[in-house]
C-alpha cells in the first residue's frame, strides 16, 4: 500500500468519524452522548494525519500492482457507516437480552410525583420505582412511557422497551415494562404508553427474571427518537 493510499483511507475515516459525531446524530446509535467530544477529536486528528501524508514525498514506492485494491477494499466498511449506517438496537437484541440484575435503591432517593396527570418517565425509573420503592409512589399514577414494541412470549401481550448502555451498544440490555389491556402494535414500533402500574402480588421477588407490569389507557405512535438508548 503506497504513502498516498494510507493518507487517503485515513482521511476517509476520519471524515465519517467526524461526520457522524459532529454533524448529526448518527454517533447516537453507537455511543452515549458524552462521547461525543472524543469522537469529533478523534476525527480531526485524523483528518490532519490524512492530509499531511498526501503532502509527504517519498522517494521510493515499493507497491505490488494489488496493493490499491487491498486497501480501498478495507475502506467498505467506512463506506457502510456513512451510506448505510446501522440502525440503534432494536427488538430482535432486546429479545436475547438478559438484563442484569439493576443495583437496589435507596427508597428515599424517589423523588414524590408532583402534578395530576400522566407523568413522563424513564422506564428505568419506572422500573426502579416498581421495585425498590417502599412508599408505593407509583400505586394510582398515571405514568408515560416512551420505548419500542417487543412481543412477549405469551400471545397477544408485549413490552415497551429500551435499551440501557454503559458506553456503547456492545453493552447494551434491554429494560422492558410488561403493557397489559392494549393491542401489540408492529414490532420496533416506537410508542408513548399510557397506563398505571399494576402492584406485584408476590411478597419476596422470585427467582428468574420478572418485568413490572402497566395496565395500559392510552397508546400513541411517535417517532425514533435522536438518543435511543437511556
Not at 492530509?51 to 487491498?70: I, M, S, W
Not at 475502506?75 to 457507516?81: E, R
Not at 398515571?142 to 440501557?164: C, D, H, I, K
Amino acid at each position: 500500500m503506497s504513502r498516498v493510499t494510507q493518507s487517503l483511507v485515513l482521511a476517509l475515516l476520519g471524515g465519517v468519524v467526524l461526520w457522524i459525531s459532529g454533524f448529526s446524530t448518527s454517533y447516537l446509535n453507537y455511543v452515549k452522548p458524552g462521547f461525543r467530544p472524543f469522537l469529533v477529536g478523534a476525527g480531526v486528528v485524523l483528518v490532519v494525519l490524512g492530509v499531511a501524508g498526501l503532502f509527504t514525498k517519498r522517494k521510493h514506492d515499493h507497491d505490488h500492482g494489488h496493493g490499491h485494491g487491498v486497501a480501498w477494499l478495507l475502506c467498505l466498511p467506512v463506506f457502510a457507516i456513512l451510506l448505510v449506517a446501522p440502525p440503534a438496537l432494536g427488538s430482535f437484541a432486546a429479545a436475547r437480552s438478559q438484563a442484569p440484575a439493576l443495583p437496589k435503591r435507596d427508597p428515599g432517593a424517589f423523588a414524590p410525583l408532583a402534578g395530576g396527570g400522566p407523568v413522563d418517565m424513564p422506564i428505568g425509573e419506572f422500573i426502579g420505582r416498581a421495585w425498590d420503592d417502599d412508599k408505593k409512589s407509583l400505586t394510582g399514577r398515571a405514568v408515560r412511557l416512551t420505548g419500542f414494541v417487543v412481543p412477549a412470549r405469551r400471545g397477544g401481550e408485549w413490552y415497551v422497551t429500551r435499551m440501557q448502555i454503559a458506553c456503547c451498544a456492545a453493552d447494551a440490555f434491554a429494560l422492558k415494562v410488561l403493557v397489559k389491556g392494549i393491542k401489540a402494535p408492529p414490532r420496533d414500533t416506537w410508542v408513548e404508553v399510557t397506563g398505571t402500574w399494576v402492584p406485584h402480588t408476590f411478597g419476596k421477588m422470585p427467582n428468574g427474571l420478572i418485568y413490572p407490569e402497566l395496565a395500559g389507557t392510552g397508546l400513541a405512535r411517535v417517532p425514533a427518537p435522536a438518543e435511543p438508548y437511556e
